[in-house]
T-cell receptor, first 112, second 115 residues
Framework: QKEVEQDPGPLSVPEGAIVSLNCTYS??????FMWYRQYSRKGPELLMYTYSSGNKEDGRFTAQVDKSSKYISLFIRDSQPSDSATYLCAMKRGSSASKIIFGSGTRLSIRP | ETGVTQSPTHLIKTRGQQVTLRCSSQSGHNTVSWYQQALGQGPQFIFQYYREEENGRGNFPPRFSGLQFPNYSSELNVNALELDDSALYLC??????????????FGPGTRLTVL
């Protein structure tokens, strides 16, 4: 069993829709949770960084962490065609921990 | 753009050869991490260097080795290349050792193909 599970998609939604992306994990030691966006032929770009359980909002993006269920989510409101990319969840044990564990990524396509 | 650069962009090698990939960290960052990303997969942690010393390693064999230089640029060396080494190799720089979130900023990657 992988430490981090993520549905690979692809997920296709119309422009303006709310997108929900999710990951589950098995290691209760994870404390820091991240979402990265990766465009084709590019490196991952950090979108959201959260510590422990709770919600964090940044513009059209909201990250949720539920440590009791070992479940994290990323919501994208008013989705745009430019949001089409692969979204990677990621997590690590401590603020200075060197090893980030990534999910396999969800391919998202926003239809104009 | 993150300010992290990698070279070369693409590379083709044959099985058994050796390869060196290079990374230039974002200005002010003292830590570099290397990841391997196979097609359709998330990045997998290879190792991290902090102030020129290895500071954590993933499940990769010793033929994967690295260096970090005083100017915080870095190299990833892979010996005895295997077909399964074909992947996108990413480096990420950060400022570990401060009160920052240790956010890692990724470069665009080097696409390695082993034939």
């Amino acid at each position: 069993q992988k430490e981090v599970e993520q549905d690979p998609g692809p997920l296709s939604v119309p422009e303006g829709a709310i997108v929900s992306l999710n990951c589950t994990y098995s290691n209760s030691a994870f404390q820091y949770f991240m979402w990265y966006r990766q465009y084709s032929r590019k490196g991952p770009e950090l979108l959201m960084y959260t510590y422990s359980s709770g919600n964090k909002e940044d513009g059209r993006f909201t990250a949720q962490v539920d440590k009791s269920s070992k479940y994290i989510s990323l919501f994208i409101r008013d989705s745009q065609p430019s949001d089409s990319a692969t979204y990677l969840c990621a997590m690590k044990r401590g603020s200075s921990a060197s090893k980030i564990i990534f999910g396999s990524g969800t391919r998202l396509s926003i239809r104009p | 753009e993150t300010g992290v650069t990698q070279s070369p962009t693409h590379l083709i090698k044959t099985r058994g050869q050796q390869v060196t990939l290079r990374c230039s960290s974002q200005s002010g960052h003292n830590t570099v991490s290397w990841y391997q990303q196979a097609l359709g997969q998330g990045p997998q942690f290879i190792f991290q260097y902090y102030r020129e010393e290895e500071n954590g390693r993933g499940n990769f064999p010793p033929r994967f080795s690295g260096l970090q230089f005083p100017n915080y640029s870095s190299e990833l060396n892979v010996n005895a290349l295997e077909l399964d080494d074909s992947a996108l190799y990413l480096c990420a720089s950060s400022t570990a050792g401060t009160e920052s979130t240790d956010t890692q900023y990724f470069g665009p990657g080097t696409r390695l193909t082993v034939l």
